[in-house]
């Protein structure tokens, strides 16, 4: 089936196949890019968050400070995970371990505008010590390389994992 557009008096014809292949392809968006969206959401809403702060004149003001540097430090190190999970998670753990910087991402997010003093979301538990916990393995992200750690047993995270990937 061909679909016909008339355009200044001439025929330009677009396959409908063709034209439906084209969009599917445009729409397509992989799981990962549409994580690096939301952790760019998150890190503008942090870094909004500081400008608010350090234009306060009050006593919260330094301790809301190392709040939001605490933040950025874990936004950091899931930027890390998410960007590493490609190339080091096995791929029966991809989806779990993009759910699980998903939720981080989430639970930065719901921090934000949270004072130093106020109770907050924690961190999955699949993410503790800005390290990413999944079915026995864990890859632990710090400083600014990657080493590969050795699988371990349960470590109280439902995906259990100790040893890792550390510098």
């Known amino acids: 089936m061909t679909l016909s557009i008339l355009s200044t008096g001439r025929f330009a014809s677009l396959t409908l196949c063709g034209l439906s292949a084209l969009m599917l392809t445009a729409c397509t968006v992989s799981r990962e890019a549409q994580l690096r969206k939301l952790g760019d959401k998150v890190e503008s809403n942090l870094k909004s968050e500081q400008s608010k702060v350090l234009n306060l004149n009050d006593s919260t003001k330094q301790a809301r400070l190392e709040h939001l540097t605490n933040l950025r ?3 950091s190190a899931a930027n890390v995970a998410r960007g590493a999970i490609p ?9 779990p371990a993009y759910d699980v910087i998903e939720e981080v991402y989430g639970a930065i997010d ?14 999955p538990s699949a993410f503790t010590n800005n390290s990413l916990l999944l079915g026995g393995n864990s890859f632990q992200f710090q400083g600014n ?16 994992g100790t040893g890792g990937f550390v510098k």
């Open 73 to 75: 430090y874990q936004l």
């Open 87 to 95: 190339h080091v998670v096995p791929p029966e753990f991809k989806d």
């Open 110 to 123: 719901w921090n934000i505008p949270l004072g130093p003093n106020d109770i907050k979301k924690p961190l």
């Open 145 to 160: 390389g990657l080493v590969p750690g050795k699988p371990g047993m349960g470590s109280g995270s439902p995906y259990g």
